[in-house]
């Protein structure tokens, strides 16, 4: 059983694609006319011309809407298709689950072409995240374990650019600090659940800093000590895409 299909079951509830991201990362693939999706879970941010979608979890296949790529029930790490498949390959919010980091990114290279496309995180960023460095410090622990650095995926492209992906305040996508300045969200069991970071830790270790923040919310606290945000559109919590030529 994969980690999708224990925590994935009401994903598409709360991790709807942000379209001001879906630009980004479409345009990163730039003219590929074919695309892979490695890690696809339930299809978000796949460009039209997307004709294979790889993923592990039956859950998460299950969830794909009608109409959408082909899936391949795959592991990143071997994948069933021949060499050069498709003109690009993307990888969004997923390196992190894989077991054998080198042979999944070895996988990204054989099956494209011309380019290969990572949405991940720069964790020295993302760990200053209020939610993590005030209220989970032991999710951040959690992360720190299972990030994986940038300059070590870089190294194993071969070579790759960082775009900065700052998240907009109404972000769609409900990941990690998608609700950065809406607080209250992280409150909801249901967001939760569609965070991989919160679900894993489980909810007994949450306990007691959401009642913090519960608290600081209540209190005006945490409006107080981050009244810098209240007015900021976008932010940039440490997300990145890396874009490697072939």
Same mark, same amino acid.
Request: proline residues 5%; glycine residues 6%; hydrophobic residues 45%.
């Given at each position: 059983? *994969?980690?999708?299909?224990? %925590? ?7 991790r709807r694609?942000? #379209? ?17 999706? $490695? ?8 460009? /039209? ?6 993923? /592990?979890? !039956?859950?998460?296949i ?7 790529? #082909? !899936? ?6 071997s994948? /069933? %298709? ?16 894989? *077991?054998?980091?080198?042979a ?8 494209s ?11 020295? $960023?993302?760990?200053?995240f209020? =939610?993590?460095?005030?209220?989970l410090?032991?999710?951040?622990e959690? &992360? ?5 650095? %940038?300059? #070590?995926?870089?190294?194993? =492209?071969?070579? !790759?650019?960082?775009? *900065? &992906? ?6 769609t996508?409900g ?22 970071? @919160? ?9 007691p800093?959401? !009642? ?7 209190s005006?606290?945490?409006h107080?000590?981050?009244?810098? =945000?209240?007015?900021?559109? *976008? ?5 990145? =895409?890396? $874009?490697?030529? @072939?």
């Amino acid at each position: 059983m *994969t980690t999708y299909d224990r %925590i994935g079951a009401t994903y598409n509830h709360t991790r709807r694609p942000d #379209r001001r991201i879906a630009v980004e990362i479409h345009e990163a693939l730039g003219d590929a006319r074919t695309v892979i999706n $490695v890690g696809a879970g339930a299809g978000s941010y796949e460009p /039209p011309q997307t004709v294979l979608a790889v993923e /592990p979890s !039956a859950v998460m296949i299950a969830q794909r809407p009608a109409g959408s790529a #082909r !899936a391949l029930q795959a592991s990143a790490e071997s994948i /069933p %298709i021949a060499d050069d498949s498709a003109d690009a390959a993307m990888a969004l919010l997923t390196v992190h689950h894989w *077991t054998n980091l080198e042979a999944g990114i070895g996988e990204l290279l054989r099956i494209s072409r011309q380019r290969v496309v990572i949405f991940t995180w720069d964790q020295a $960023v993302f760990r200053r995240f209020w =939610l993590l460095a005030e209220y989970l410090p032991e999710v951040a622990e959690f &992360v720190d374990a299972h990030a994986v650095p %940038i300059d #070590r995926l870089i190294a194993l =492209l071969g070579g !790759a650019r960082i775009e *900065t &992906v700052p998240i907009p305040y109404d972000c769609t996508d409900g990941f990690g600090a998608a609700f950065w300045r809406r607080p209250e969200a992280y409150l909801d069991p249901e967001v939760r659940a569609g965070i991989s970071m @919160l679900a894993q830790t489980g909810e007994e270790v949450l306990r007691p800093g959401l !009642a913090r923040l519960s608290s600081d919310l209540s209190s005006g606290v945490w409006h107080d000590r981050h009244a810098d =945000l209240l007015d900021r559109e *976008t932010l940039d919590v440490g997300y990145r =895409l890396l $874009v490697a030529d @072939l």
